[in-house]
């Protein structure tokens, strides 16, 4: 029996240990290397097939802020070779123990030895951005004012990064075939102390960025406009291009400065004695001048208010502080537009008059208005009704009209009925007009009144 056992394994290890011999100079069976089949190949066989698959990788680095910069390797005569790595694994491996493989060993990763010009290496490197912005960057530390950002504090000592010890870092991810370098993680930053006359510099700028982070906001009605650091910089007294401080050590305000600003808001928003453009009812945009309605900032009094509360801590908070300004003169509504919606519009030439309230027409009517022919014709302008009166006599040179119902608009001419008159409308104002007053039929006269409040913009034009 045992004779019989021997004589069948004979054949058996005949073939094992053939196989053996056939494994001795390529790789033992079931081997896999970089997801390549490599059984029964040699180490140059195997070394052809990995090249083959493989691709200049792109280098990625990473700087402190998620900035990415990438250089392609393919561009440094970068070239991989195997063979070193494979004459080790199969140095490692025992064709005599090549049935171990059926279950073991099956799966490897190898890394080639690569190889590229430094030259090149360094001469991308260098041509990345934040290595260029790096040599350019100033060492030093002071403040700077622009249009955009007002005062900020350049700081040329922080963050700085280490160019020589970078480029080290590069080469060491590459040599141990790692292709992404983090330079926060690399350690490639460093700080430079500061000195003692920039450590006053860094105090002067906390003083200054707290005082530009304003919480102002003036509210003009259509608009709502922040104090922001821009803004609140030409706040800050200078000289010689210096910040002042007074003898507490506190921030100087520049009045020029605060009243400049307060000129520009009233000469965006004031509307009072401008010409205005007025969309008509009969269709075109026409332009009116002059009248006594309008807006009008009191530049003095929003000059106080500044100088005496930008310095005050309750205005450099996180919560809002909305203001509306002072005004000399003011419209039914804030904005450019301060006539609004709710208008009395007169249209000298079409010899009209219209009422709109919320938008909305609620009366139209012809009218008569001054008699151009005599010289007497009513003056064009952005008015308001300042005062209602009923049974009224007007009076003048020559004349005592009494009327049911009186509006008075501008001085002695105002909105009234007139029933001595049978027409209106038309050209009568030409040769038989008023005296400047705009004669109303009675009974629209009756529902104008009931309709309109003191202070109504009334918009008057030819």
Same mark, same amino acid.
Not at 185 to 214: H, M, R, S
């Given at each position: 029996?045992?004779?019989?056992?021997?004589?069948?394994?004979?054949?058996?290890?005949?073939?094992?240990?053939?196989?053996?011999?056939?494994?001795?100079?390529?790789?033992?069976?079931?081997?896999?290397?970089?997801?390549?089949?490599?059984?029964?190949?040699?180490?140059?066989?195997?070394?052809?097939?990995?090249?083959? +698959?493989?691709?200049?990788?792109?280098?990625?680095?990473?700087?402190?802020?998620?900035?990415?910069?990438?250089?392609?390797?393919?561009?440094?005569g970068f070239e991989g070779d195997y063979i070193?790595?494979?004459? !080790?694994?199969?140095?490692?491996?025992?064709?005599?123990?090549?049935?171990?493989?059926?279950?073991?060993?099956?799966?490897?990763?190898?890394?080639?030895?690569?190889?590229?010009?430094?030259?090149?290496?360094?001469?991308?490197?260098?041509?990345?951005?934040?290595?260029?912005?790096?040599?350019?960057?100033?060492?030093?530390?002071?403040?700077?004012?622009?249009?955009?950002?007002?005062?900020?504090?350049?700081?040329?000592?922080?963050?700085?990064?280490?160019?020589?010890?970078?480029?080290?870092?590069?080469?060491?991810?590459?040599?141990?075939?790692?292709?992404?370098?983090?330079?926060?993680?690399?350690?490639?930053?460093?700080?430079?102390?500061?000195?003692?006359?920039?450590?006053?510099? +860094?105090?002067?700028?906390?003083?200054?960025?707290?005082?530009?982070?304003?919480?102002?906001?003036?509210?003009?009605?259509?608009?709502?406009?922040?104090?922001?650091?821009?803004?609140?910089?030409?706040?800050?007294?200078?000289?010689?291009?210096?910040?002042?401080?007074?003898?507490?050590?506190?921030?100087m305000l520049d009045e020029e400065g605060i009243?400049?600003?307060?000129?520009?808001?009233?000469?965006?928003?004031?509307?009072?004695?401008?010409?205005?453009?007025?969309?008509?009812? !009969?269709?075109?945009?026409?332009?009116?001048?002059?009248?006594?309605?309008?807006?009008?900032?009191?530049?003095?009094?929003?000059?106080?208010?500044?100088?005496?509360?930008?310095?005050?801590?309750?205005?450099?908070?996180?919560?809002a502080q909305i203001h509306i300004p002072s005004?000399?003169?003011?419209?039914?509504?804030?904005?450019?537009?301060?006539?609004?919606?709710?208008?009395? +519009?007169?249209?000298?030439?079409?010899?009209?008059?219209?009422?709109?309230?919320?938008?909305?027409?609620?009366?139209?009517?012809?009218?008569?208005?001054?008699?151009?022919?005599?010289?007497?014709?009513?003056?064009?302008?952005?008015?308001?009704?300042?005062?209602?009166?009923?049974? !009224?006599?007007? !009076?003048?040179?020559?004349?005592?009209?009494?009327?049911?119902?009186?509006?008075?608009?501008?001085?002695?001419?105002?909105?009234?009925?007139?029933?001595?008159?049978?027409?209106?409308?038309?050209?009568?104002?030409?040769?038989?007009?008023?005296?400047?007053?705009?004669?109303?039929?009675?009974?629209?006269?009756?529902?104008?009144?009931?309709?309109?409040?003191?202070?109504?913009?009334?918009?008057?034009?030819?």
């Amino acid at each position: 029996m045992k004779k019989k056992l021997f004589l069948l394994l004979i054949p058996v290890f005949a073939v094992y240990f053939l196989l053996a011999y056939y494994y001795k100079d390529g790789f033992c069976l079931n081997t896999w290397i970089n997801g390549v089949y490599c059984t029964g190949k040699t180490v140059e066989e195997v070394n052809a097939e990995l090249l083959s +698959e493989m691709e200049a990788p792109i280098l990625i680095i990473t700087d402190k802020n998620g900035g990415r910069y990438a250089i392609d390797m393919a561009e440094l005569g970068f070239e991989g070779d195997y063979i070193a790595s494979l004459n !080790r694994y199969q140095e490692e491996q025992n064709a005599l123990l090549w049935i171990d493989n059926l279950t073991f060993h099956q799966k490897h990763e190898i890394a080639p030895v690569v190889t590229y010009d430094e030259q090149l290496l360094q001469a991308a490197f260098e041509e990345l951005d934040i290595v260029r912005n790096e040599k350019q960057r100033l060492t030093d530390y002071f403040l700077v004012r622009n249009w955009k950002d007002g005062y900020f504090l350049y700081d040329g000592l922080k963050d700085r990064l280490d160019v020589e010890k970078a480029f080290a870092a590069l080469k060491q991810a590459i040599a141990a075939g790692e292709y992404e370098l983090d330079l926060m993680q690399a350690g490639c930053y460093y700080d430079i102390p500061l000195t003692e006359e920039q450590a006053a510099t +860094e105090q002067l700028w906390e003083k200054v960025d707290a005082f530009q982070q304003c919480n102002l906001v003036y509210d003009m009605g259509d608009a709502q406009i922040p104090l922001d650091e821009v803004v609140m910089s030409d706040f800050i007294r200078i000289a010689r291009g210096e910040v002042l401080l007074d003898e507490n050590g506190s921030l100087m305000l520049d009045e020029e400065g605060i009243r400049n600003f307060v000129s520009s808001l009233a000469q965006a928003y004031d509307t009072y004695g401008k010409e205005r453009k007025f969309q008509s009812t !009969r269709g075109d945009v026409v332009t009116v001048k002059g009248g006594t309605y309008g807006t009008e900032i009191n530049q003095e009094e929003e000059v106080a208010y500044l100088m005496e509360n930008l310095l005050s801590a309750e205005f450099h908070t996180d919560t809002a502080q909305i203001h509306i300004p002072s005004y000399k003169r003011e419209g039914v509504v804030h904005g450019k537009d301060d006539i609004g919606s709710t208008y009395i +519009e007169i249209d000298m030439t079409e010899q009209k008059m219209y009422y709109y309230e919320d938008g909305e027409l609620q009366l139209e009517t012809e009218v008569v208005t001054g008699n151009t022919g005599r010289k007497m014709g009513t003056p064009e302008g952005v008015n308001y009704v300042y005062n209602k009166q009923k049974n !009224r006599v007007l !009076r003048g040179p020559g004349y005592a009209s009494p009327v049911k119902f009186w509006m008075p608009v501008k001085g002695n001419i105002g909105i009234h009925d007139a029933s001595w008159r049978s027409k209106f409308g038309g050209t009568i104002y030409q040769t038989n007009g008023s005296h400047g007053c705009i004669n109303t039929p009675t009974e629209k006269m009756e529902e104008l009144y009931d309709m309109v409040e003191i202070g109504t913009p009334v918009v008057m034009f030819y």
